[in-house]
């Protein structure tokens, strides 16, 4: 099936238009040519930018200058070309895991609140572990241990990180937090 690429402003100055097209290419066009050319735009009239390549956070970003604004290309063509696009609510990520592919076809959308649900599942904490008259007490959490021992779970994490002292609860003695390593 052949699929035609298509060309959509995404940005006018003054002098010039930028366009990217459904492949991921981003292109400028100065005003005066299209005046020269009767106001038509066809390809041979685009100057083709090459992106440039950013390491953010470990990730390649492919993106372009544009009226001095570092655009990510893929966001370019996800704005123009999938309609379901909204930034506030997607993310964007490459099919075939090439970042330089910005290919309409190799974008897909992701929720970024699925994205943050996946990542609180998988997150990999480690057991809260309390000793109280010499038996070892495992809980998943502050909130969890807290409401096992009947305590607010702001006076459990102040007194976990030495901030108040608490006859209540002086009895407890913290083994392992949550964020180190368990050893028994």
């Given at each position: 099936?052949?699929?035609?690429?298509?060309?959509?402003?995404?940005h006018?100055?003054?002098?010039?238009?930028?366009?990217?097209?459904?492949?991921?290419?981003?292109?400028?066009?100065?005003?005066?040519?299209?005046?020269?050319?009767?106001?038509?735009?066809?390809?041979?009239?685009?100057?083709?930018?090459?992106?440039?390549?950013?390491?953010?956070?470990?990730?390649?970003?492919?993106f372009?200058?544009?009226?001095?604004?570092?655009?990510?290309?893929?966001?370019?063509?996800?704005?123009?070309?999938?309609?379901?696009?909204?930034?506030?609510?997607?993310?964007?990520?490459?099919?075939?895991?090439?970042?330089?592919?910005?290919?309409v076809?190799?974008?897909?959308l992701?929720?970024?609140?699925?994205?943050?649900?996946?990542?609180?599942y998988?997150?990999?904490?480690?057991?809260?572990?309390?000793?109280?008259?010499?038996?070892?007490?495992?809980?998943?959490?502050?909130?969890?241990?807290?409401?096992?021992?009947?305590?607010?779970?702001?006076?459990?994490?102040?007194?976990m990180?030495?901030?108040?002292?608490?006859?209540?609860?002086?009895?407890?003695?913290?083994?392992?937090?949550?964020?180190?390593?368990?050893?028994?």
């Amino acid at each position: 099936m052949a699929f035609e690429h298509y060309n959509c402003k995404v940005h006018e100055t003054l002098t010039k238009i930028y366009y990217v097209n459904s492949t991921g290419k981003v292109g400028q066009v100065y005003k005066c040519q299209l005046k020269s050319n009767n106001d038509q735009m066809n390809e041979t009239l685009i100057q083709w930018i090459t992106p440039k390549t950013m390491i953010r956070n470990e990730k390649s970003i492919v993106f372009v200058v544009i009226a001095q604004h570092r655009i990510p290309v893929k966001k370019l063509v996800a704005r123009c070309f999938i309609r379901q696009y909204t930034p506030k609510i997607h993310y964007i990520y490459h099919k075939d895991h090439d970042y330089r592919n910005c290919n309409v076809l190799n974008l897909a959308l992701q929720l970024k609140q699925e994205v943050h649900a996946e990542l609180a599942y998988h997150h990999n904490r480690k057991p809260l572990i309390i000793s109280i008259d010499n038996h070892e007490y495992e809980y998943g959490s502050i909130k969890e241990a807290a409401e096992q021992l009947y305590i607010h779970p702001d006076t459990l994490s102040n007194f976990m990180s030495g901030k108040t002292k608490n006859i209540c609860i002086d009895h407890l003695e913290i083994i392992a937090k949550g964020s180190e390593p368990t050893c028994r």
